[in-house]
């Protein structure tokens, strides 16, 4: 089963590129910028991944991007991971970057996407790793400093292909991005948020509502609202789900608790993704393997994972045709 696992071509839909930054590459990159870190050796970074919560990581990782400040040190964060993406047989990927972390700091933004879509695109040439880009604005910002990332977006408009919402959900619903999701609905990117993962059910809903979302990011509270549920299957509206991830936020207490086998049973477009693989402990084989060891799946249900990321994607249609 491993090895039809560690087989199976995979697309990935929700990965933070920032979320890939491995302790040794941290220590390289701060060596390289001369940025001090709090921390000793890359074994110190990993024995200090110990989250309680959502946001016990996100303190962390912001920390963590710190250490990144040129085109070149984008470049190497994503190509890394695309190295990855290959020997995880994951063949297409959607990957969210969240340019206030590093606007916040001083990076401008052309330092930042033209770094990640040099990575893409030698992936893309030498790896044949397909890719889309999809900006995340930080909700515990304002709605201004969204807007304004927007606007920074706009001479990339062919290289985003939509924007998202990431960072800590609880007390920042998502009716306080909705003017700017509107925005950018108008402008022509596509919408999807983080909704239901520490939030309560009511966030997915509004997420739908008021975001025009066409995919929810994690969204497990779903299985609090069981009429939400029969909604999320009759519209085959795409989860991103990320088990370890889960796992490592105390989502869940434990694998064997998650939901994520529930929801496919019922019909749910549920697909499994790594978010932040170097700091929850596993890319998409990992991720897989993960919940193929604590549930009895069948291959078909394994596989089913795969082609209901397929569905979920922004691949265009054609392509979508032949992967299927
Ligand atoms: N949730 C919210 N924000 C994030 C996450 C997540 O899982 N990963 C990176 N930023
Ligand atoms: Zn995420």
């Known amino acids: 089963m491993r090895e039809f696992v560690e087989r199976l071509p995979k697309v990935e839909l929700h990965l933070h590129i920032e979320g890939t930054l491995e302790p040794e590459l941290m220590f390289e990159l701060a060596k390289r910028n001369q940025v001090a870190i709090p921390f000793s050796s890359p074994e110190a970074v990993r024995q200090a991944y110990q989250f309680t919560n959502l946001q016990s990581f996100l303190d962390i990782y912001y920390q963590g991007a710190n250490v990144l400040l040129h085109e070149q040190d984008f470049f190497d964060l994503t190509?890394?991971?695309?190295?990855r993406c290959q020997v995880d047989r994951v063949v297409h990927t959607e990957i969210f970057f969240d340019p206030q972390t590093h606007t916040q700091r001083g990076v401008a933004f052309d330092t930042v996407i033209r770094g990640i879509n040099r990575a893409l695109k030698q992936a893309e040439e030498q790896?044949?790793?397909?890719?889309?880009?999809?900006?995340?604005?930080?909700?515990?910002?304002?709605e201004a400093?969204?807007?304004?990332?927007?606007?920074?977006?706009?001479?990339?408009?062919?290289?985003?292909?939509?924007?998202?919402?990431?960072s800590s959900e609880l007390g920042h619903p998502p009716e306080k991005f909705a003017n700017v999701f509107a925005k950018a609905l108008e402008l022509g990117f596509k919408t999807v948020a983080h909704a239901g993962e520490e939030g309560p059910a009511s966030n997915i809903h509004d997420a739908i509502?008021?975001?025009?979302?066409t995919r929810v990011d994690h969204g497990v509270r779903c299985v609090d609202d069981a009429?939400?549920?029969?909604?999320?299957?009759?519209?085959?509206m795409p989860l991103t789900v990320c088990p370890l991830s889960n796992i490592k936020l105390k989502v869940f207490k434990q694998m064997s608790e998650h939901n994520i086998v529930e929801l496919l049973n019922h019909g749910l477009c549920v697909t499994i993704n790594s978010d932040d693989p170097a700091y929850f402990g596993g890319y998409m084989n990992d991720n897989f393997w993960s919940v193929v060891?604590?549930?009895?799946?069948?291959?078909?249900?394994?596989?089913?994972?795969?082609?209901?990321?397929?569905?979920?994607?922004f691949i265009d249609a054609d392509t979508k045709a032949r992967l299927a």
């Open 79 to 83: 190509w890394h991971y695309l190295l």
């Open 127 to 142: 790896l044949g790793i397909s890719s889309v880009l999809i900006m995340c604005f930080l909700r515990h910002l304002d």
């Open 145 to 166: 400093s969204a807007f304004a990332t927007l606007q920074q977006a706009l001479p990339y408009r062919g290289e985003i292909i939509g924007v998202g919402l990431d």
């Open 209 to 213: 509502n008021l975001l025009g979302v």
């Open 227 to 236: 009429q939400l549920v029969q909604m999320l299957a009759q519209t085959q």
């Open 293 to 313: 060891e604590a549930f009895p799946l069948t291959k078909a249900q394994i596989a089913q994972f795969t082609f209901n990321a397929i569905a979920a994607s």
